[in-house]
C-alpha cells in the first residue's frame, strides 16, 4: 500500500528563514513559468511544455547561482511539473464542457508546499540515523532539520514534501510497499447513513455525534474576522488578524480530521463490510443564489444547510475510513443513495409518503415505522452487500 505520513518540523530560525526563502523562490520559479507559457501563445501561437521549460532551468540557476541555483534541480522539476498538471487539468475541463479556470499566478501565502520526488536527490529521511533521540531531515540549501517524529515510518520513503500552515512547518513523507495490519474477524456488517443532526447513523441503530466544530467556533472566528476587516492592508496589525484567522481554522480542521480518525477506527474493529452512501458533496453543496436574471429560491436556508453539510466533513471522514478499511484488511462498499431514504427496510416499498419528517419513517404498504435515518442505514447495508456479492460472482 501506498502511506503518507506527516510530521511536525521544528526549525532553527536559520532554518525558518531558509525555508520561507525556498517557497517564495519557488513560487517565483511557478509564476515565471506561468508567465512564459502565456507570453508564448499569445505573442507567438506556441504552446510551451514542460520538457521545453525543464531544458531551460539549468540556464536559470547558472544565472542566479545566490537564488534559484541554491535549491534541488529535482525539487524545482517537481514545481514545474505542478503547473504542468494545473494546465493539463484545465484542458480536461475545457474538453469536458465544465467551468475551465485558468491556470493563476500563485501570489503570497498561496503556494506553500515544495516537493522533493525523489529521497536522496536533494533531500534525505533520517539524515542523523546515528542520533539516539531525535530524527532529522535534510534538505538541499535548508540544512538538517528537527523533526518531532510520533509514530514509526513503515513501507519505503519516496517523495518528500515540507508543507507551511500558518506558522508552523511539517514534513510529509509519501511511502510504498507500507505493509497491512489486518484485525481480527468480526462476522459483523454495517450500513451508515451521513446526517447533518447525527454525522453516522448506522443499521444497529447508533448515532455516532456531529461535534459541529466550525460552529463551536463561530463567535472566535466571526471576532477574528471582524478585527481582519478592519486593518489596513500591508499593515503589520493586519498581518497578525491573518494568523489568528488561520490559526483558528487550523484548529477547526485538526479536530475534524481527529474526530474523523476516532469514527473511523471505531467502525473498522467493530465490523468486516461496511456500506455507505456514495454521496456527491460538492454537487450537494453548490451555492442556489443563482444569478442576477434567474436568482435562486431558499437561499439563506440553503447556505445553512451547506455549512452544516461542510462543518460536519463527510468527505474528510469517508477518506479516513477508505484508507483505515484497507490496512484493516475490511471491506468498504459505496451505494448508490437514490431514494434510499424513501424506501421501505422491511418490503422494499419505495415512496416519498413514507418519510414522514427528518426523524420518521412510516410505510405505506407495510406500516413498518423506525427512525428514519437506521431505516436508511439498513436499505443502504442491504445494497452494499448485495454489490459485494455481485463482485464476488462476476
Not at 546515528?130 to 519516496?158: D, I
Not at 484488511?329 to 424513501?342: F, I, L, M, Q
Request: some cysteine.
Amino acid at each position: 500500500m501506498r502511506r503518507s505520513y506527516k510530521f511536525l518540523l521544528r526549525p532553527t530560525a536559520h532554518q525558518h528563514i531558509a525555508l520561507t526563502q525556498c517557497l517564495e523562490d519557488h513560487r517565483q520559479l511557478y509564476n515565471a513559468a506561468l508567465e512564459h507559457r502565456r507570453t508564448a501563445y499569445a505573442k507567438a501561437g506556441v504552446s510551451i511544455r514542460y520538457g521545453d521549460q525543464s531544458g531551460e532551468l539549468k540556464h536559470v540557476r547558472a544565472d542566479d547561482p545566490s537564488g534559484q541555483g541554491r535549491w534541488s534541480f529535482s525539487c524545482q522539476q517537481a514545481t514545474l511539473r505542478r503547473l504542468d498538471k494545473a494546465f493539463a487539468a484545465f484542458f480536461a475541463r475545457l474538453k469536458a464542457g465544465r467551468t475551465p479556470g485558468f491556470p493563476r499566478f500563485k501570489g503570497r501565502g498561496w503556494f506553500d508546499t515544495v516537493t522533493w520526488p525523489k529521497d536522496g536527490d536533494g533531500c534525505r529521511w533520517d539524515s542523523q540515523p546515528e542520533h539516539p533521540t531525535a530524527t532529522y531531515v535534510r534538505l538541499q540549501g535548508v540544512g538538517h532539520v528537527r523533526v518531532h517524529q510520533h509514530r514509526a515510518v513503515r513501507g519505503q520513503v519516496r517523495t518528500i514534501a515540507v508543507k507551511r500552515e500558518g506558522p508552523r512547518w511539517y514534513v510529509v513523507l509519501s511511502c510504498d510497499d507500507v505493509p497491512a495490519e489486518p484485525l481480527p474477524r468480526t462476522g459483523a456488517a454495517v450500513g451508515l447513513d451521513m446526517g447533518v443532526a447525527s454525522l453516522v447513523t448506522t443499521s444497529d441503530g447508533q448515532h455516532l455525534a456531529n461535534p459541529r466544530h466550525l460552529k463551536a467556533s463561530a463567535d472566535r472566528l466571526a471576532a477574528a474576522q471582524q478585527a481582519l476587516a478592519r486593518n489596513k492592508r500591508g499593515s503589520k496589525r493586519r498581518g497578525k488578524a491573518v494568523a489568528r484567522v488561520a490559526a483558528l481554522h487550523a484548529k477547526v480542521r485538526r479536530q475534524r480530521l481527529d474526530g474523523a480518525h476516532k469514527t473511523a477506527l471505531a467502525l473498522v474493529r467493530a465490523y468486516d463490510v461496511i456500506a455507505y452512501e456514495d454521496l456527491r458533496i460538492a454537487g450537494m453543496t453548490r451555492s442556489a443564489s443563482g444569478t442576477i436574471e434567474a436568482p435562486g429560491r431558499n437561499v439563506a436556508q440553503k447556505s445553512g444547510l451547506n455549512r452544516s453539510i461542510l462543518d460536519a466533513g463527510w468527505g474528510v471522514f469517508l477518506t479516513v475510513l477508505a484508507h483505515r478499511a484497507e490496512s484493516a484488511g475490511r471491506v468498504v462498499v459505496a451505494v448508490n443513495p437514490a431514494s434510499t431514504s424513501r424506501t421501505c427496510a422491511r418490503c422494499g416499498h419505495c415512496a416519498k409518503e413514507n418519510r414522514l419528517t427528518q426523524a420518521e419513517f412510516a410505510c405505506t404498504a407495510c406500516g413498518h415505522t423506525a427512525h428514519a435515518d437506521v431505516n436508511a442505514a439498513v436499505t443502504i447495508l442491504r445494497a452494499g452487500l448485495a454489490l459485494r456479492d455481485a463482485a464476488k460472482a462476476a
